[in-house]
């Protein structure tokens, strides 16, 4: 019966991803749910394509390291001596144990080797050596191949600044998908941008296909967000790109309050992104990338999203705030990051509500929606056909 629903699911999902904008709905409920529909999702799309890990001022320096489970499964990316960044498995070849456990070590830091707590095992992180057994203590009396032992290493590519990772050696390379959206970007100078803060939720209760959707449009400013966002960047004013593939762009402009707003903040407590246009310094560019990256350029910085699934139905949501290197020495730029990180949690707070009120109707496992996207939900739309392509065109359905 599972292998059934989950055929049933799959023949949902063509039929809806072949459907015309004007006369798209979203998933069956058990897409959301089901726990056969999210291994696929695992093998297919999380294990099998390009997911963002972080931004290189994260590991900016030789010996820089920083702590990741974007795949998954633990990894960690390592800039080495000349400045290459590498992407390792954290788990140990002796007896599998994570070698920079979140229990004690921080997310980010800078080290000469990586070094097993439990055993003390220690890894190269050096060049064409990165993950290479360095030394094992204790093992001269077995039969023991140093020169086979090194952590397993994943393909890593830099796009706009933003390190992305992937565990399938056949995947095609992900710059020249994004040649057109790098262009779009360009302004925003995202490599040169620093980072002012993370943020983390963990275990949010619902599939993090209703995050990544909510995050992809802003039809939903006028409900969730109708005292805090939408005043200042009002939703039914977005204007979302034709575009088609793994990627899309909206654009939202500022109200006219909401613009004085932003240009007094700014003037005070921050920097502006040097080089932007007059469209990019009067309002608010979305933009993103499947399967699971979404970001807010703003003309003082840029925020990007992440969902990271930890079953059918939780999944952590983590978020990164970016501005020019500059605005870490403006005065009161600490008051700005204050202010920013408490706008962040109030608008997660206002989307958590919406995502898990969402989780809880789709457990009622409800028929057809009957309803329609709206034109600003065309993003919701493509990813549905990105779906579509990862979990049944790719390969052969079990």
Not at 152 to 180: F, K, S, T
Not at 276 to 303: C, K, N, Q, Y
Not at 314 to 333: I, N, S, W
């Amino acid at each position: 019966m599972p292998h059934r629903e989950l055929d049933l699911l799959l023949e949902d999902l063509t039929r809806l991803a072949a459907l015309p904008l004007e006369r798209g709905e979203t998933l069956p409920a058990r897409a959301y749910t089901s726990e056969d529909f999210y291994r696929l999702e695992r093998d297919r799309v999380f294990r099998a394509d390009w997911l963002c890990a972080g931004h290189v001022n994260q590991v900016a320096e030789p010996g820089d390291y920083l702590r990741t489970d974007v795949l998954g499964e633990p990894v960690v990316i390592t800039r080495d001596e000349d400045g290459s960044l590498h992407a390792l498995s954290r788990v140990c070849r002796h007896r599998f144990m994570d070698v920079l456990p979140p229990e004690t070590t921080p997310e980010q830091g800078s080290l000469k080797r990586l070094t097993c707590p439990y055993h003390t095992w220690t890894y190269r992180l050096n060049g064409e050596y990165a993950g290479q057994l360095a030394g094992a203590p204790l093992m001269n009396k077995v039969d023991f191949d140093r020169a086979a032992c090194r952590l397993p290493g994943y393909r890593l590519e830099v796009w706009n600044g933003l390190i992305m990772i992937c565990a399938d050696a056949d995947a095609p390379a992900l710059g020249p998908q994004l040649d057109e959206l790098t262009a779009k970007l360009a302004c925003y100078r995202l490599p040169d941008l620093v980072v002012a803060y993370s943020a983390v939720w963990q275990g949010v209760a619902a599939n993090w296909k209703v995050a990544l959707e909510n995050g992809s449009e802003n039809y939903h400013h006028m409900g969730s967000h109708a005292a805090t966002l939408d005043p200042v960047l009002p939703g039914r004013d977005t204007v979302v790109d034709d575009c088609d593939g793994r990627w899309f762009t909206m654009y939202t402009p500022f109200a006219a309050d909401g613009l004085q707003a932003a240009d007094g903040a700014a003037g005070t407590a921050s920097a502006l992104i040097p080089g932007l246009g007059e469209r990019e310094l009067s309002g608010m560019t979305i933009a993103g990338v499947f399967p699971h990256l979404v970001l807010a350029l703003l003309p003082d910085s840029v925020t990007f999203a992440r969902w990271i699934p930890t079953g059918p139905e939780t999944h952590d949501a983590h978020f990164t705030v970016l501005v020019p290197p500059e605005a870490r020495t403006k005065p009161g730029f600490d008051a700005y990051v204050d202010a920013s990180r408490q706008q962040l949690e109030t608008i997660q707070s206002e989307d958590t509500v919406a995502i898990r009120g969402v989780q809880r109707g789709l457990a009622t496992n409800p028929g057809p929606s009957g309803g329609r996207f709206s034109h600003l939900e065309r993003p919701l739309w493509q990813f549905q056909r990105y779906l579509a392509d990862r979990l049944v065109h790719r390969s052969r359905l079990p």
